[in-house]
């Protein structure tokens, strides 16, 4: 059987399910491995499986042994991956789009609706029992039915919070690099200058990767070009948006509020973010539902069986 470094301890069923097919070296831990020690703990494998959490730099490519020949990311995003350094050793990479689609969809409308209606807030209140009572003014947040949505990036979950939020009656603006085909596009405006979408968002939900051309993304000058009053979501990556700059837009009021799943220098926070009042914080919950977990690791598991087997990868990266 091929050997298989388990590099997280993932679901239970997806560990069972590696066990009966490749020997398996399992971190049963729940501390995450640095650079070194996956290295270490790869000795004799033929490939890993890793989570985004995981940082796979180059260094820890041309560090990893000779004999690992396979890397499965437990994830659709792969900017945790050195994926030229992958590629240059020769060493395939797999991904698992699709299965988190859903789950990551309903993430992002669950903070637009908590961000907006001040979720947050109401529940620390209740929670520490300092609830005075209804009043016509309490804690009013911002109406979402009717309003425009705009969505940065209209991959798979992009168009799973469109149709989500037509549910809202929210109109519908997006940016992606390519335009959707007139037929997928669910009625919502293309806007192929990413900035011009901004001026339309009361609400901005962030499903673009990280790369080099996301980085800080949103940042001050971007947000200027915001409604006042709107509100941010992001469930992609933190790195797409400047902390300093949204935290300066959410303290001053430009933003109602922010919605947030992902940060750049996950699990620390930004110091920024905790004190204000408007920003309703998950820590990197998208996928986190037992079905979908599982299905990512099945996943993974089906693009590693595909490699053993000489067969065509269902998610190939590189
Ligand atoms: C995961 C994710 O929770 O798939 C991704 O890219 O960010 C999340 O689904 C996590 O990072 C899994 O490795």
Do not use: C
């Not at 395939?92 to 961000?115: H, K, R």
Request: hydrophobic share 45%.
């Amino acid at each position: 059987l091929p050997v298989l470094l388990l590099t997280r301890r993932f679901p239970d069923a997806v560990t069972a399910r590696a066990a009966r097919d490749y020997r398996i070296i399992v971190n049963d831990d729940d501390h995450a491995y640095g650079p070194d020690e996956i290295a270490a703990k790869a000795k004799g494998a033929d490939a890993v499986m890793v989570s985004a959490v995981d940082k796979i730099p180059g260094d820890l490519i041309r560090a990893l042994p000779d004999s690992v020949r396979m890397i499965a990311t437990f994830s659709v995003g792969t900017d945790h991956i050195d994926l030229a350094a992958a590629k240059e050793r020769g060493i395939v990479v797999s991904n698992t789009p699709g299965v988190l689609t859903d789950a990551t969809a309903d993430i992002a409308l669950l903070l637009l609706l908590g961000a907006a209606r001040r979720a947050s807030e109401g529940e620390r209140l209740i929670r520490e029992d300092r609830w005075e009572g209804w009043a016509p003014t309490h804690l009013v947040g911002v109406h979402v039915t009717g309003k425009r949505l705009a969505i940065l990036g209209m991959g798979r979950i992009g168009q799973a919070v469109a149709r989500r939020a037509r549910g809202f009656d929210m109109e519908i603006h997006y940016h992606n690099r390519r335009r959707l085909p007139a037929g997928e596009e669910l009625g919502a405006v293309y806007h192929a200058d990413a900035d011009d979408l901004l001026a339309v968002a009361d609400f901005l939900s962030i499903h673009s990767p990280a790369s080099p051309e996301t980085h800080h993304w949103l940042n001050a000058e971007r947000i200027a070009r915001l409604p006042d009053g709107a509100v941010v979501v992001n469930t992609a990556r933190g790195s797409v948006v400047d902390d300093e700059a949204l935290i300066a837009a959410l303290a001053s009021g430009k933003l109602a509020a922010a919605g947030l799943d992902v940060f750049e220098n996950e699990p620390r926070l930004h110091p920024g973010y905790a004190p204000l009042a408007n920003t309703f914080l998950l820590p990197h919950l998208g996928s986190a539902t037992d079905q979908t977990r599982d299905a990512m690791g099945f996943t993974a598991l089906n693009n590693l069986d595909a490699f053993f087997a000489g067969r065509d990868l269902p998610n190939r990266v590189v």
